[in-house]
């Protein structure tokens, strides 16, 4: 069976159970990876968050129902996983601009979306270079922000967040301590991952000995196999999504729990990047 045929009986599984539980773990095997690994893969190749995708269309599914028959607000709202009616509006309003109650209005708007399917796409044209490399634990140390899942809404808050640093000083500061020039580039950190959200870290490896001021936080990283991507034109937000949609599906590798990175090297006008995530063998 291959990755795309996986893929797609994992979204039939989701269909079938949008009315009752869905367990991560029952997707994540349906498509013979780890639920980590689904998790962090799904929103790469879809846009959004296999939660999000989930929510969008049980909500797409209530409308329906709603407006084609004449069930109570309260049991398709408990229907489709809703422990209130006031938690379902909330939801519903959110989603569809509208109370649920409104749903059999005429000439009222709603939204649909549509179940998803994976079919096949002709890539591979421009090579992807990679390594595998086994690394021993190491410390970072920088500061965070909480960024949302949501891949949208990610690229817009990482540059936001990555400014925010330049202009309180901690980048030139991080860059004084570690006796470098005060416009050498950092390396960022992905980790801590839930999901609706991630602690984004602009960072740097700690020297051991090195006293850190309060400010900055500290970040154990354990001895992982590391799959690393080289980007000379430090273009990273085009490589996570080839690396999600074209390597993983063919590699024979999964990503693990840990942090993941995009490391940055250079000055400030002449960068080059990678990135790293931590992985294993299937």
Not at 150 to 164: G, H, I, L, Y
Not at 227 to 253: H, M, N, V
Request: proline share 5%; charged share 25%; hydrophobic share 40%.
């Amino acid at each position: 069976m291959d990755w795309l045929e996986r893929m797609n009986n994992a979204m039939e599984y989701i269909e079938t159970n949008l009315a009752d539980r869905i367990s991560y773990e029952k997707i994540a095997q349906i498509a013979c990876c780890s639920s980590y690994h689904f998790q962090r893969m799904f929103p790469f190749i879809t846009g959004v968050t296999l939660s999000e995708y989930i929510r969008r269309r049980r909500l797409t599914l209530a409308a329906f129902e709603l407006q084609t028959t004449n069930a109570k607000v309260i049991d398709v709202a408990m229907k489709y996983g809703y422990e209130s009616p006031e938690a379902f509006a909330r939801a519903f309003k959110n989603l569809h601009g509208i109370m649920p109650i409104s749903a059999r209005d005429q000439g009222i708007s709603l939204k649909a979306y549509p179940r998803m399917s994976f079919h096949i796409s002709i890539k591979g044209d421009v090579e992807m270079n990679y390594r595998i490399e086994q690394r021993g634990p190491f410390e970072m140390f920088g500061v965070y922000d909480l960024i949302n899942m949501d891949m949208k809404t990610a690229f817009s808050e990482v540059p936001q967040f990555r400014k925010k640093c330049d202009d309180d000083g901690s980048v030139d500061l991080m860059n004084e301590i570690l006796g470098r020039f005060g416009d050498t580039v950092l390396h960022a950190a992905l980790y801590d991952h839930t999901g609706e959200s991630f602690k984004y870290m602009i960072c740097y490896h700690l020297p051991k000995g090195l006293e850190i001021p309060e400010r900055f936080t500290k970040l154990s990283v354990p001895a992982l196999t590391w799959a690393i991507f080289p980007e000379p034109q430090c273009d990273l937000q085009k490589l996570w999504e080839r690396i999600y949609s074209e390597w993983f599906p063919t590699s024979g590798y999964e990503q693990v729990e840990g942090p993941q990175f995009e490391m940055y090297y250079g000055m400030a006008v002449n960068v080059t990047g990678e990135i790293w995530i931590p992985v294993k063998k299937k």
